[in-house]
Structure formats: structure tokens, C-alpha cells
């Protein structure tokens, strides 16, 4: 029927519009080709038989499409066979390119159908899974297993496994605490102790474990005067030597305990009773302070030294000063109008000055009576002295000694003899000089036996001292024809001396000169230091007499090689406890000579200067609102009062600008200090490794610098930056800082800027290529 109404119509002479097929027809056709074409594949290997065709296509009868409508269908069937009798295929799907797109979506749709109905089955089982389990294959069947971190059935139960039921030993190891979470868990290291791999958290999977931090490597962690010890976990503080801890206990802890340690300072030293301290001294440990009796008083031993102990106080001094009462004995008369006498030994620290009172009665009663007082002043233990007396004339002569000394007075009677006794001797003598300071004296005289005194003058200059001078006397009694009497002179001195014959009535004299050789003993005893820098000895030589030290200081740096200081000079000095402080540079090893003019052996004492603060660093200073961070410019510093050990950048809230202090040593790490409250150390460079030139380094750039994290600065915060330099040596550590940057209101640094930069034109790059990919 539908053939007789295709060839009873007559032909088209234009373009006729052919109506599609709806979608419900095209799913239907979609679906019965479908069916044929499982129908004629064969089944898997291993599966069961097919059902014959019949009961397929009366199950596709039993469920009838709806009919098209009728122009459709016979515009449909008018068009297909057309197609048939022109030879061209396409089933109706028009021609050109516009069929063919068709022909391409149909095929689509055929396919997806396709899938959906075989893999309907598997795609419940899946979708039935736990929002924590995934669906897996496993011997040809879907399976819902749960994720790693959780146990269950995988489709109704999958729950949250906890790791560290175990205990952190176990699971994280030693010096760990284990935190669970959901799915999963993390190791953190306890206090006293990092992880291996300098992070925060981590799991124990990559061999990274705990290992112990040693908190000594931050300088100045025990506060000033304090000694670091690293411990398992932990460390203890004890005070350095010259230093006692005050406020706690030691060992101490800075954040636990309020001990702190105190340099140690004896105080004013204590008093001795009728004594006095000779010179200068210091109150710090070692330091020494040396005690002398007063004039008028004595003491065995004759002086005595009091040193700071490591206490804090003064040792107790052991002098005990006594006055002195000096016993004259022995008082005797010689030459006629010569008096002699002697005193108790012990020892005399200075000279005595004798009063002598002298009262004379003529044998002629018509001479008036004949008084006088004389004073001596001599160190000798036997003075002698010769009077201007009258001759033939009875005289009391009483001996004594002035205050502060105290004795009891001596008394002698005696009388002088008349002119003719004192005729029989001419009184000439010559003098010869042999062992440099003997004299050899001859004497010409016409009584044989005869006692005579000679008087001996003797003075002595140095050429390289203005104020030296030496001068002695004394008087020398002999019956000898031939004596000899040896000088006590000083070395390396010219001398002048004089002798005179006492008691005869031409005073004959003779006068020569001496000049000694220096010492070949050492002069110079007891050499010590003090106050770092000051020298202290005691001169062998007799007190008061003044001499002249050439000292010659060389001074060298282990750190600095080409460090060196020289110099020379003289001083001159009458004390016998002189002292000298040099003028010497921080941080240096000195080997420093000394030696007395008068001696021709030098002394030779080694000392070390303490450092000081290393020069400011060398930044210049930014003041940044908002905007990004330039880069610090770091510049190696000059070791010039010291060895720099390290430069550290220091990361501080603007609120701590008046209470920080350069030395202060409690800045902590990043990840140490809960809240950036106090700080923080961003990094942390050794000297070593800082070039010679400059380096530069970028504020927050998540590196690490040394052992410090240097972690981006927290926006809409204000900061100072500050740059700090420490130089540490025997034990002393010494900082100087310098504020770098002034932060307020942080925003990113440049890098951080420049890689949100990045990301954006990166993000416009996609956006812009998405619509032409969907072309």
C-alpha cells in the first residue's frame, strides 16, 4: 500500500522539507539494533548457553514502541525507498556533512546505551560503598575494602584505626608523642629533641626518628656569667669561674629557676691593725691585696698577701703588726771621742733615728760646761758615731731612739784625752780597689796598734736615671796596718767614694771612683697579673731606690693572622712593688718581657685579653608599611675586638622595642615558640660561612638557615628585623646588634609575590584556552 501511494504522486519539482524522527523513535531504533546485535555476538568463555532468538523477539514484541505519526512515517518510508532506488546508503540520515554528524552522535548514544546495561550490575555494588572504603576488584567481583587508617566492611562500617594505641614508643619511637587522627596519625619529637628530617611532625615510615637537641649550641642560653652542659632532652646551667650563682640553685635551668650569676666581687679588704696596703688592687676573683706594718711597727713575716676567693670574700690576712722596742746594748767609745753600740736583732723595715744627748764637765773649773744633742739616722745594727768633742774634759753621753720607735735610754761616761796622745800618729793612708766593690786600705802610722776610724762616703748615679741616687756613710774602725772593707753598691752604677780619718788633727782623705757591673741575679720576683691588663712584681732591690724596666710587648691572634702588635718603653720606678698596666687590643695572646736595667735577666709572663662586642653590623635601615620586604644585604664584619663566631637574624614584635637587649639569649626557633609573642631566630649563619664580599637573604623564604626555619612573617603584623653579631672566645661571648627593618603591617615578600604573580597569569592562561578547547 505504501508503494502504490509513493508512485501515484507526482514528482516534486523544488526542495521538499523532510521531517526528522523524534528521539523517542531514534532510542527506539537505537535499542532494537541493539538487541540484534547482542543476539549475534557470541558468548564469553565459560558462560552459559544464550536463550534462543523466539522468546527475545517476543519479549521485544510484548513491549510495542509507539506508533510514529503518520506524514512522519510515510515521509520516512517515501525517503528510504528513494534512497534504495538512487544507490545511496545512510538510512535515511540525509546527506552532506550534517548526516554524517548525525551518524557520529547516533553511534554515541548506541555505545553508552551499551555500557550502561552491561555494567549496571557492578555500578550498584560500588555506589553501596562507604564514604571512607573504595570499590576494588578482586577474583572477577567488586568489592567495598576500606581505606588505609580505617576497619570495617567497607560498605555499612568504616572507622577511624588508632595508630598509637600502642603506645609512641612503639609506633613513633623513643622520645615521641603519637596523635591520632582521622585515617591516619603523626609523630611529634618531646622537648629536648627534634625529628631527623628538621620538621615539626613526621612519620616514622622514612627512617626519621628523634634525636637529642643540644641546646648549648645557642649562645648566651644561661644568661650572663652562665655555663651551658647539654643533657639527654634537656640542659643545666652552672655559673662560670668568677662567677657565683644568687637568687637559686645551681645547677639551674633559665626558664624554671630565677638563679642568675653574679660576678664574683669581695669587697673593700679588710683592715690589719697598724698597717696600711701597699698599692693598687682589684676585688674580683684572684685579685690580691699585700699588707705592710707602720713605721714604728713590725711583723713576722714581714708583709703578708690576702687573695678574693671563689666564695666571695677576702682570705684572712695574716699580719700582725707589733711596736717595735729597740734595746741598745753594748755602748763603747774608740778614737777618743767615737761612740759605738749595738741593738737587739730582728728584723727592721726601714731606718731608726738615734738622739744623742751629750753633756761634758771640763777637769778645769773655770770652763764652762759642755752640752749637746746629736741625731743619727742609720739601718745599721751597729751605728757608730764621732762626737766634736772637748779634749781632757769628763763627759755622759745617752743614747735613745726618736718616736714613733720606743727603748730605753743607754748611758755612758768617758773622758777625752789630752792633745800630746794625739800627735804620735800622722794619719796618712792610701786606698787600692780589687773584687769591684772591695777597697783594700793601707795605713801609715808611727804607733803600732793604735785604734783609728776612717768615715766612708759613698755616692752613686745611674746615666739612664735623672733621679737615681744612692748615697751611704758609715765609719770603719781598725788596729789593723792593712784592712779591707767591701761596699754593698748597687749594679750597674758609677760611684764616688770618700774617706776620711776621723780624730786626727789634719783629716787626711783620699777619693776614688767605681763603677759596677749589672746584676748577674734576678732582680725582679713574684710577677703576676691583675686586672687583665696590669702587671704586678716585687723589686729584689733595697726600697726607695729608684730603677729603670725596659719592657717589650709582642702580641699575636690565632683567628688574625696577619695581626701582629709590637712595642717598647721604659719606666722608672723606687717602689719595690711597682705596677704597670699596657695599653693592649681585646682578644689577643701577649708575651710580654720585662727587665730591670740594673739586672742583665729579662722576665718573660704570657697574657690573653678578654673580647669585647664585635663592631655594629653594616645594614642599612628600611622602614616598610605593606609593601615587600627587599632582601637583606649581609656584610662579613671586621674581627677587631675578637673572633666572630656567628650572624644571626632575629625577628621581633614591634612592642618588644624597648625591652630587648642585644645579649639577650632566650630567643627561641620558630617552631619553639608557640606564638611569635617573643620572637623568634629566622637563621642563623656561621662565620665561616658568610663570603667575604656581601651575601643576601630573603625574609620568610621557608629555608633553613643553620638550624633555624625562616618562616614567612605573619600578615597585618608589625616587626622589627634585626641583625645581630656574636663573637665568642675562652668561654666569653660578646653581641652587637643593629636594627635592619621596621615592618608595619606585613604583606608578602617579593618571592612570595612574585609566585602569586606567576600563578595568576598562569590561571588566565587556562581560562582563556578552555573555550577554544571546547570549539
Not at 596 to 619: D, R
Amino acid at each position: 500500500m505504501e508503494r502504490t501511494r509513493r508512485e501515484g504522486r507526482a514528482p516534486s519539482l523544488g526542495p521538499r522539507r523532510v521531517p526528522r524522527a523524534t528521539a523517542r523513535q531514534v532510542h527506539a531504533r537505537a535499542h532494537e539494533r541493539s538487541g540484534r546485535e547482542e543476539a549475534r555476538a557470541p558468548p564469553p568463555p565459560g558462560a552459559p548457553a544464550a536463550p534462543s532468538a523466539a522468546p527475545r523477539r517476543r519479549k521485544r514484541r510484548a513491549g510495542p514502541l509507539p506508533a510514529a505519526p503518520a506524514a512522519l512515517s510515510r515521509r520516512g518510508g517515501r525517503r528510504r525507498s528513494r534512497a534504495r532506488r538512487e544507490g545511496r546508503g545512510g538510512g535515511g540520515m540525509g546527506r552532506g556533512p550534517r548526516g554524517a554528524g548525525r551518524l557520529l552522535a547516533l553511534l554515541l548514544l548506541l555505545g553508552l546505551g551499551r555500557v550502561a546495561t552491561g555494567a549496571a550490575g557492578a555500578d550498584d555494588i560500588c555506589a553501596a560503598c562507604h564514604e571512607h572504603a573504595t570499590c576494588e576488584q578482586r577474583e572477577e567481583k567488586k568489592m567495598c575494602i576500606c581505606k588505609y587508617g580505617f576497619v570495617g566492611n567497607g560498605r555499612t562500617q568504616c572507622v577511624d584505626k588508632n595508630e598509637c594505641q600502642f603506645g609512641a614508643t612503639v609506633v613513633c619511637g623513643n622520645h615521641t608523642s603519637c596523635h591520632n587522627t582521622l585515617g591516619g596519625f603523626y609523630c611529634i619529637c618531646l622537648e629536648g629533641y627534634r625529628a631527623t628530617n628538621n620538621n615539626k611532625t613526621f612519620i616514622p615510615n622514612d627512617g626519621t626518628f628523634c634525636t637529642d637537641v643540644d641546646e648549648c649550641a645557642v649562645s648566651g642560653l644561661c644568661r650572663r656569667g652562665g655555663r651551658c652542659v647539654n643533657t639527654h632532652g634537656s640542659f643545666e646551667c652552672y655559673c662560670m669561674d668568677g662567677y657565683l650563682p644568687k637568687n637559686g640553685p645551681e645547677p639551674f635551668h633559665p626558664t624554671r629557676d630565677a638563679t642568675s650569676c653574679t660576678e664574683i666581687d669581695c669587697g673593700a679588704p679588710p683592715e690589719v691593725p697598724d698597717g696600711y696596703i701597699i698599692g693598687n688592687y682589684t676585688s674580683r676573683l684572684g685579685g690580691q691585696v699585700r699588707y705592710a706594718c707602720k713605721e714604728g711597727f713590725f711583723s713576722v713575716p714581714e708583709d703578708t698577701v690576702s687573695s678574693c676567693t671563689a666564695s666571695g670574700a677576702w682570705e684572712s690576712p695574716k699580719l700582725n703588726c707589733q711596736e717595735i722596742i729597740t734595746e741598745i746594748s753594748d755602748v763603747s767609745v774608740f778614737n777618743n771621742t767615737c761612740v759605738r753600740w749595738q741593738i737587739n736583732p730582728g728584723r727592721i723595715n726601714s731606718k731608726i733615728v738615734y738622739v744623742i744627748y751629750i753633756k761634758g764637765q771640763r777637769l778645769d773649773p773655770m770652763e764652762s760646761v759642755h752640752e749637746e744633742t746629736v741625731n743619727l739616722t742609720t739601718d745599721s745594727r751597729t751605728p757608730e758615731v764621732c762626737l766634736d768633742l772637748y779634749q781632757a774634759t769628763n763627759y755622759t753621753v745617752s743614747i735613745s731612739t726618736a718616736p714613733p720607735r720606743r727603748s730605753v735610754p743607754t748611758t755612758i761616761g768617758f773622758q777625752t784625752a789630752e792633745e800630746d796622745d794625739l800627735l804620735e800618729d800622722d794619719g796618712t793612708f792610701n786606698i787600692s780597689i780589687f773584687n769591684e766593690a772591695c777597697l783594700k786600705l793601707n795605713r801609715h802610722s808611727r804607733k803600732a796598734g793604735s785604734e783609728r776610724m776612717y768615715q766612708f762616703k759613698v755616692l752613686g748615679l745611674r746615666r739612664y736615671l735623672n733621679n737615681f741616687y744612692h748615697a751611704t756613710s758609715f765609719n770603719f774602725t781598725t788596729r789593723e796596718q792593712a784592712s779591707v772593707v767591701c761596699l754593698d753598691l748597687y749594679p750597674a752604677t758609677d760611684y764616688t767614694v770618700n774617706i776620711t780619718l776621723l780624730g786626727s788633727l789634719e783629716q787626711h782623705s783620699v777619693q776614688m771612683t767605681i763603677t759596677t757591673a749589672p746584676a748577674v741575679k734576678q732582680t725582679i720576683a713574684n710577677i703576676s697579673i691583675f686586672n687583665e691588663t696590669c702587671l704586678r712584681w716585687r723589686s729584689m732591690m733595697t726600697a726607695d731606690i729608684e730603677e729603670m724596666y725596659f719592657f717589650r710587648v709582642r702580641g699575636q691572634r690565632w683567628y688574625q693572622k696577619e695581626f701582629a702588635q709590637e712595642m717598647s718603653f721604659n719606666i722608672t720606678t723606687s717602689s719595690q712593688t711597682p705596677e704597670m698596666c699596657l695599653d693592649l687590643h681585646p682578644g689577643t695572646n701577649y708575651s710580654v718581657s720585662v727587665q730591670a736595667l740594673s739586672s742583665e735577666l729579662p722576665v718573660v709572663i704570657s697574657l690573653t685579653t678578654q673580647i669585647t662586642e664585635p663592631p655594629l653590623p653594616e645594614a642599612v635601615f628600611f622602614t616598610v608599611h605593606g609593601g615587600p620586604l627587599p632582601r637583606l644585604r649581609l656584610r662579613k664584619a671586621k674581627e677587631k675586638n675578637g673572633p666572630i663566631s656567628s650572624y644571626q637574624v632575629l625577628v621581633l614584635p614591634l612592642a618588644l622595642q624597648n625591652t630587648f637587649s642585644c645579649d639577650s639569649e632566650g630567643t627561641t626557633s620558630f617552631f619553639s615558640n608557640a606564638s611569635d609573642a617573643d620572637g623568634y631566630v629566622a637563621a642563623e649563619l656561621l662565620a665561616k660561612d658568610v663570603p667575604d664580599d656581601t651575601m643576601e637573604i630573603a625574609i620568610g623564604d621557608r629555608l633553613y638557615y643553620g638550624k633555624y626555619y625562616n618562616a614567612p612573617l605573619r600578615t597585618g603584623n608589625d616587626y622589627y628585623i634585626i641583625l645581630r653579631i656574636t663573637s665568642e672566645w675562652n668561654k666569653v661571648r660578646r653581641y652587637s646588634c643593629a636594627v635592619w627593618t621596621q615592618v608595619k603591617d606585613s604583606s608578602l615578600t617579593l618571592e612570595q609575590m612574585m609566585g602569586v604573580g606567576l600563578g595568576s597569569v598562569a590561571a588566565v592562561i587556562v581560562l582563556a584556552f578552555l573555550p577554544f578547547s571546547a570549539v
